[in-house]
């Protein structure tokens, strides 16, 4: 995006003439920002050529997975629904790895029956059910292993998954113990050690840390595992305070620990290819006076974008038209829903604001839509894709007879 005589652009549309063609809340992405963060993504690894599998659950759109799927990359999923966006969007079953600590009866057989490359296992428990599926079905399932390293990432507490007290994976002394149990059996076939520590993570370290653990347990067990399974969770920049995680330490501290390993590396990210695509445009519905502070009441909600409400996650707005005459009041930019929590940024010297301008707010690519609810009965938003000049629509507005 850049201000162009003062108007916001994306690729070479005017936001501006978005919003008044297609109304307002609209999710919009950039398709060359998605082929240049691949691309990125790809460079910054290309020594060990790694399989990437983008996180389905970063956003599930369909016609952006089509989008993902012609650059060669896979899909991690974590339901059912995921499994069959992802084969449906044409990626290759080959290139799927199932994760998640609860998978059902039904999800494991339709992953067992459409041959995926891995089903990531959580628990004995897991490990058995697949076991029982596999056996009646008389096929030798390809699995993984997930470990919990408990390594802290340094980031949010709701979005932590590497540390002992979350719910994720296995600790080191069940997971000797489980691979003892896949070697014995005829009906898994134990292909990969997986791991996942955490997302919008922007500190080398504790991958580094991650990967010193893991070393020492394949050492410990002895076993040659197919694939390393390193997750995703590769953090960006939401605003100027945020620092760029340094890709060229991961790389480095990744060929350090693939020395003497004949293992390939699976890549779960879904933040860092999506999540700098997309923007949510909104209208100003009022500005309510409040002591010193503005209200800017927008028509996007926190039904629309949960992130802030949920993680307190900070996502910047700029506006469409730039007009230079900086307000003296603090806006908090909030949406209608009926809660506290319904608000999106608080800022200082913002330009002056009026009923019906068009804001927009950043970076919300990754977990936008995907969080996206019906919440106080709100039909979703549209979502289009540019291409240059093209103005693509991947997903229709939700319409009131959709939804009651």
Same mark, same amino acid.
């Given at each position: 995006?850049?201000?162009?005589?003062?108007?916001?652009?994306?690729?070479n549309v005017f936001v501006q003439n978005i919003a008044e063609k297609y109304d307002t809340p609209t999710y919009c992405y950039s398709n060359k920002k998605?082929?240049?963060?691949?691309?990125?993504?790809?460079?910054?690894?290309?020594?060990?050529?790694?399989?990437?599998?983008?996180?389905?659950?970063?956003?599930?759109?369909?016609n952006l997975i089509k989008k993902i799927k012609k650059f060669g990359l896979g899909a991690d999923v974590v339901s059912l629904g995921e499994l069959i966006?992802?084969?449906?969007?044409?990626?290759?079953?080959?290139?799927?790895?199932?994760?998640?600590?609860?998978?059902?009866?039904?999800?494991?057989?339709?992953?067992?029956?459409?041959?995926?490359?891995?089903?990531?296992a959580e628990s004995k428990s897991e490990i058995k059910e697949i076991e029982r599926i596999a056996k009646n079905k008389k096929k030798r399932v390809q699995?993984?292993?997930?470990?919990?390293?408990?390594?802290?990432?340094?980031?949010?507490?709701?979005?932590?998954?590497?540390?002992?007290?979350?719910?994720?994976?296995?600790?080191?002394?069940?997971?000797?113990?489980?691979?003892?149990?896949?070697?014995?059996?005829?009906?898994?076939?134990?292909?990969?050690?997986?791991?996942?520590?955490?997302?919008?993570?922007?500190?080398?370290?504790?991958?580094?840390?991650?990967?010193?653990?893991?070393?020492?347990?394949?050492?410990?067990?002895?076993?040659?595992?197919?694939?390393?399974?390193?997750?995703?969770?590769?953090?960006?920049?939401?605003?100027?305070?945020?620092?760029?995680?340094?890709?060229?330490?991961?790389?480095?501290?990744?060929?350090?620990?693939?020395?003497? @390993? $004949? %293992? &390939?590396? !699976?890549? *779960?990210?879904?933040?860092? =290819?999506?999540?700098? +695509?997309?923007?949510?445009?909104?209208?100003?519905?009022?500005?309510?006076?409040?002591?010193?502070?503005?209200?800017?009441?927008?028509?996007?909600?926190?039904?629309?974008?949960?992130?802030?409400?949920?993680?307190?996650?900070?996502?910047?707005?700029?506006?469409?038209?730039?007009?230079? @005459? $900086? %307000? &003296?009041? !603090?806006? *908090?930019?909030?949406?209608? =829903?009926?809660?506290? +929590?319904?608000?999106?940024?608080?800022?200082?010297?913002?330009?002056?604001?009026?009923?019906?301008?068009?804001?927009?707010?950043?970076?919300?690519?990754?977990?936008?839509?995907?969080?996206?609810?019906?919440?106080?009965?709100?039909?979703?938003?549209?979502?289009?894709?540019?291409?240059?000049? $093209?103005? &693509?629509? !991947?997903?229709?507005?939700?319409?009131?007879?959709?939804?009651?």
């Amino acid at each position: 995006m850049k201000f162009i005589n003062n108007k916001l652009k994306i690729e070479n549309v005017f936001v501006q003439n978005i919003a008044e063609k297609y109304d307002t809340p609209t999710y919009c992405y950039s398709n060359k920002k998605l082929k240049e963060n691949i691309n990125i993504f790809r460079k910054n690894f290309k020594s060990f050529s790694p399989l990437i599998c983008f996180s389905i659950k970063s956003n599930p759109n369909i016609n952006l997975i089509k989008k993902i799927k012609k650059f060669g990359l896979g899909a991690d999923v974590v339901s059912l629904g995921e499994l069959i966006v992802a084969l449906k969007a044409g990626i290759s079953p080959k290139k799927i790895v199932f994760s998640g600590v609860g998978k059902t009866t039904e999800e494991i057989t339709y992953a067992i029956d459409k041959n995926i490359l891995l089903i990531n296992a959580e628990s004995k428990s897991e490990i058995k059910e697949i076991e029982r599926i596999a056996k009646n079905k008389k096929k030798r399932v390809q699995i993984g292993i997930r470990l919990n390293p408990n390594t802290d990432a340094k980031t949010l507490n709701q979005i932590s998954t590497g540390k002992k007290e979350n719910k994720f994976g296995v600790n080191e002394k069940i997971f000797y113990e489980l691979v003892r149990y896949c070697k014995n059996s005829n009906n898994i076939n134990l292909k990969c050690l997986s791991v996942h520590i955490g997302s919008q993570i922007l500190d080398y370290k504790p991958y580094e840390k991650m990967l010193k653990i893991i070393d020492k347990i394949i050492t410990k067990t002895d076993y040659n595992f197919d694939f390393i399974d390193l997750g995703g969770g590769m953090g960006i920049k939401y605003d100027d305070k945020t620092k760029k995680l340094n890709y060229n330490k991961y790389n480095l501290a990744i060929k350090k620990f693939l020395k003497n @390993k $004949k %293992s &390939k590396i !699976i890549f *779960e990210p879904g933040r860092s =290819i999506i999540g700098n +695509t997309g923007i949510l445009i909104s209208k100003i519905i009022y500005i309510k006076k409040s002591g010193k502070k503005s209200f800017v009441i927008i028509d996007a909600a926190m039904n629309d974008l949960m992130r802030p409400a949920l993680y307190g996650a900070i996502h910047s707005i700029l506006p469409s038209i730039k007009n230079f @005459k $900086k %307000s &003296k009041r !603090i806006y *908090e930019f909030v949406g209608p =829903i009926c809660e506290s +929590t319904d608000k999106f940024s608080t800022v200082n010297n913002f330009q002056n604001l009026k009923e019906k301008d068009i804001i927009v707010i950043c970076d919300v690519g990754a977990y936008g839509m995907s969080l996206s609810s019906n919440y106080n009965l709100r039909p979703k938003p549209l979502e289009i894709l540019i291409e240059g000049s $093209k103005i &693509k629509v !991947i997903k229709k507005r939700q319409k009131y007879t959709d939804i009651i």
